[in-house]
């Protein structure tokens, strides 16, 4: 297995890491059991991200997907920032080796849990949003069964 | 970064310097068939027995006792394999670990298929066996135990000795696979009571590609390959004979200066594990303080997943391993982490540093100066570590 040069970079030198105290959507998301958590934060103002920082605890490809996901949706608008799906994660990043693709399908679900939690804040509704899946609190407790 | 420091010797180690110059001439010069009858063979006949009885002195056994294999894997398959099919008319119950290789999990897992009984014995937070358990789980349909000398990943050393005298007491055969233990610690089959044991050559400086296995004289074992009559029928094909002969010179090496080799690592070992948790806030040792193998230190630290830090120390020149989940190939992380009672994401953020005698205090030095700044980074980065920060404020 080895990383694309792009993967190593955003590993090595990742962008946006984190914590925005006033951020106006915070999507965690996760799962301690497979060992990757991805919490994203995003400042959104007027309709667009005005910046996005990330906390991710994971592999290789965790981290670098989440770097490239937040490079990706920063000046976007949201539903501009909804494309950013895994696979256009995955493309920016030049590729991910075949068991770390759903390092990526995380960066997404980071992205649109920080979405949905803007959404739930500010009473909107964004179009094409679905609820986030995964309870990352439930989820450490399932970790620990067996 | 090329590598720097190479600390991943429980992986496999280099070919000692002695070993491949004993072992070149058996490529081009005596390169013949050792089943042959002309002059060129004889000196292969000749190495492939003096290899055999290097062997053997090295693990206290007879010289026809050992039959040489293509690795650790194939010597444990065989022993499994060989002993459950020639006794099955005995019984169909075979004993072993949750720790152990998967050349040994997934060969019972095959056996269980087939309709062997395999009872795994959990172990304590060192990763140790209790005697009880074992003695309790041995029924009159036992035919075998197989349990580990020294564990790969946490190096903890079992009581072999008493497990091999409690087998050898209720008439069960004793299988050890000792991959990580020969030419590293002690290993005595007569005095232990070892009736199988698995050994490998490229974890103590001989090529890859060769083992063995030691079958105690009367001990049915059912060869695995048929073909030639090669190895007294146990395992067919040509023998590897550069690879057999540097066995042989490369336990004969690690015996011989065992003790004093066993003390410089034990105190680079103790370093380096005392030193990283002095260093780094909430980590911990996996494995037994003192019943553990001399080169290895295995260390989880909370927050943080193994990949990452393997790969930032790759950058510094550090080759090192982890059990986490993504290095180990599945989701889950190391099951000898796990059978250990270490949660999931503290088995996730393990790290393993393997010496050998390639390592110097100097290399031990440099891995300390860099461990800690490449957890603070890690952590640094980490959710989990946020949410106990913000709890302490």
């Given at each position: 297995m080895e990383y694309s040069e792009k993967v190593m970079d955003h590993f090595m030198n990742p962008r946006n890491v984190g914590v925005i105290d006033d951020a106006s959507g915070v999507g965690l998301v996760g799962n301690a059991k497979c060992?990757?958590?991805?919490?994203?934060?995003?400042?959104?103002?007027?309709?667009?991200?005005?910046?996005?920082?990330f906390k991710t605890f994971g592999c290789g490809a965790a981290v670098a997907t989440s770097s490239m996901a937040t490079e990706l949706v920063k000046g976007k608008t949201i539903q501009e920032a909804l494309e950013v799906t895994n696979k256009a994660v995955m493309e920016a990043l030049d590729g991910?080796?075949?068991?770390?693709?759903?390092?990526?399908?995380?960066?997404?679900?980071?992205?649109?849990?920080?979405?949905?939690?803007y959404a739930q804040k500010n009473e909107i509704e964004i179009e094409g949003l679905k609820p986030p899946v995964e309870d990352v609190d439930e989820l450490h407790h399932h970790g620990h069964e067996e | 970064m090329a590598t720097k420091i190479y600390m991943d010797n429980a992986a496999t180690?280099?070919?000692?310097?002695?070993?491949?110059?004993?072992?070149?001439?058996?490529?081009?010069?005596?390169?013949?068939?050792?089943?042959?009858?002309?002059?060129?063979?004889?000196?292969?006949?000749?190495?492939?027995?003096?290899?055999?009885?290097?062997?053997?002195?090295?693990?206290?056994?007879?010289?026809?006792?050992?039959?040489?294999?293509?690795?650790?894997?194939?010597?444990?398959?065989?022993?499994?394999?060989?002993?459950?099919?020639?006794?099955?008319?005995?019984?169909?119950?075979?004993?072993?670990?949750?720790?152990e290789h998967h050349a040994i999990l997934h060969t019972c897992e095959y056996l269980e298929k087939q309709g062997y009984e395999?009872?795994?014995?959990?172990?304590?937070?060192?990763?140790?066996?209790?005697?009880?358990?074992?003695?309790?789980?041995?029924?009159?349909?036992?035919?075998?135990?197989?349990?580990?000398?020294?564990n790969n990943e946490i190096?903890?050393?079992?009581?072999?000795?008493?497990?091999?005298?409690?087998?050898?007491?209720?008439?069960?055969?004793?299988?050890?696979?000792?991959?990580?233990?020969?030419?590293?610690?002690?290993?005595?089959?007569?005095?232990?009571?070892?009736?199988?044991?698995?050994?490998?050559?490229?974890?103590?400086?001989?090529?890859?590609?060769?083992?063995?296995?030691?079958?105690?004289?009367?001990?049915?074992?059912?060869?695995?390959?048929?073909?030639?009559?090669?190895?007294?029928?146990?395992?067919?094909?040509?023998?590897n004979i550069p690879g057999i002969v540097g066995l042989g010179k490369a336990v004969e090496l690690a015996v011989a200066d065992?003790?004093?080799?066993?003390?410089?690592?034990?105190?680079?070992?103790?370093?380096?594990?005392?030193?990283?948790?002095?260093?780094?806030?909430e980590s911990r040792l996996n494995g037994h303080p003192t019943d553990r193998l001399p080169g290895n230190c295995n260390i989880s630290f909370a927050y943080i997943e193994g990949e990452s830090m393997l790969l930032l120390l790759d950058a510094m020149g550090i080759a090192a391993s982890?059990?986490?989940?993504?290095?180990?190939?599945?989701?889950?992380?190391?099951?000898?982490?796990?059978?250990?009672?270490?949660?999931?994401?503290?088995?996730?953020?393990?790290?393993?540093?393997?010496?050998?005698?390639?390592?110097?205090?100097?290399?031990?030095?440099?891995?300390?100066?860099?461990v800690p700044d490449v957890v603070q980074k890690l952590r640094e980065m980490s959710p989990l570590y946020e949410e106990v920060m913000n709890k302490k404020v």
């Open positions: 060992g990757d958590i991805m919490k994203v934060y995003l400042k959104i103002e007027n309709g667009r991200i005005e910046d996005a920082k991910l080796p075949p068991v770390k693709v759903h390092c990526s399908c995380l960066a997404e679900e980071a992205l649109h849990a920080a979405l949905w939690d | 180690t280099p070919v000692r310097d002695e070993v491949l110059n004993t072992v070149i001439p058996y490529f081009k010069e005596y390169y013949g068939n050792a089943s042959s009858v002309y002059s060129i063979a004889k000196e292969s006949k000749k190495a492939l027995e003096k290899a055999r009885e290097q062997v053997a002195k090295g693990i206290g056994a007879k010289t026809d006792e050992i039959f040489f294999t293509a690795g650790g894997s194939e010597s444990d398959n065989m022993a499994l394999r060989g002993v459950a099919e020639a006794l099955k008319g005995k019984g169909n119950h075979i004993i072993t670990t949750k720790i395999v009872t795994y014995l959990s172990v304590d937070e060192f990763g140790k066996i209790s005697l009880d358990e074992l003695e309790k789980s041995i029924r009159p349909e036992t035919i075998l135990i197989s349990v580990m000398f020294a190096g903890t050393i079992q009581p072999v000795a008493e497990i091999g005298k409690l087998a050898r007491e209720k008439g069960v055969l004793f299988h050890t696979d000792a991959v990580q233990a020969v030419g590293h610690v002690l290993v005595d089959v007569e005095e232990m009571k070892i009736d199988l044991l698995s050994l490998s050559g490229h974890k103590l400086g001989a090529p890859k590609g060769v083992g063995a296995i030691y079958i105690r004289k009367g001990v049915p074992v059912q060869p695995l390959i048929f073909g030639g009559a090669q190895e007294k029928r146990k395992r067919a094909g040509t023998e065992m003790e004093a080799e066993t003390k410089r690592l034990v105190e680079l070992r103790d370093k380096l594990i005392s030193e990283i948790l002095a260093k780094v806030p982890s059990g986490s989940a993504c290095t180990s190939g599945s989701l889950d992380p190391s099951h000898v982490l796990m059978a250990i009672g270490l949660p999931h994401e503290i088995a996730h953020g393990s790290l393993r540093l393997t010496l050998d005698r390639i390592n110097t205090p100097e290399d031990v030095e440099y891995v300390l100066n860099k």
